[in-house]
């Protein structure tokens, strides 16, 4: 067994696989480790107790001794001056490995979970691209060309927190991610990560503590589902928006349909909701034994 972990700068997510990578345990956990990155450089004291908090309850799920892993970290933990102590600390309490790699690795890990996923759900679909839409970072690409973009759902928020101010700011601040995906001239755009997983479950009537992932996989959207579900759940109240998403989400929700809408904008591929990405690519290295390629610093 292979227990892969996915630590972002919004979310830490866990994934523990067999030999032939059939999913034996998942876990998540909301952890916002980009927030106020942008004022004081450094992962918050909240985002760290949280984590710790997270990962205690994760040990007990997965019993971190027993499990080979490989743990990466990603977008805010690139640039947080305090990251490489906060890791070396885990290491020290719970033993577990964590590597902060590129822009670019990630981008190319999370192409090899969606690769799996459309793999393992029957998707033979050609000229295809994804979109990860991180908490501090962006990847885009395909089978060929795959790069990472500074910009993300916490960070964009953070920085102009109305609805109008965040429509105007995505303009610039998509432009060379949507000029990029343009280039790739997909067919089909794979939508991974949290904004399109919710919105997706949403219409089905899931929410965040009910989330099966099974059931929206290969759920399709469309541009006017991103802008519409955007606008609902702005006007949605603050506490039910909690019972919903999860608590805090409900602006990072908001922020993150901007930013989808203004790079798939004058896009005509087909839009597919995957929830496989960068964990799952971690797990797919690690079997075609490889994975140390991407840890590199």
Known sequence: MFLSIDLGSNTVRFLLVDKNLRQ???????????????????????????????????DNLFNFKTQKHQGVATGAWRVAKNAKYILADIKEKFGLNFCIIKGKSEANLTFLGVKNSLKREGLNLKKCAFIDLGGASTEIGNKDRRKSFNFGIITFYENFKTLDKMQEAAKTTCMEAKIFL????????ILTSGVPTTMAAYKIGQTYYNYDASKINKTRLSLDDIKSLTAEFLEISAQKADEIFGKNRQMLLVAGGVLLAEILKECDAE???????????????????????????
């Open 24 to 58: 034996i345990k998942v876990y998540e956990n909301i952890i916002g480790a980009a927030h106020n990155l942008n004022k004081t450089g450094k992962i918050s004291d909240q985002a760290i107790d949280t984590l710790y908090k997270t990962l205690e309850k994760a």
């Open 182 to 189: 343009h280039s790739l001239n997909a067919h089909h755009i």
């Open 271 to 297: 839009l597919i909701v995957i929830d496989d990405g960068l964990r799952e690519g971690i797990a797919v290295a690690y079997k075609d034994g490889n994975l140390s390629e991407f840890l590199i610093k």
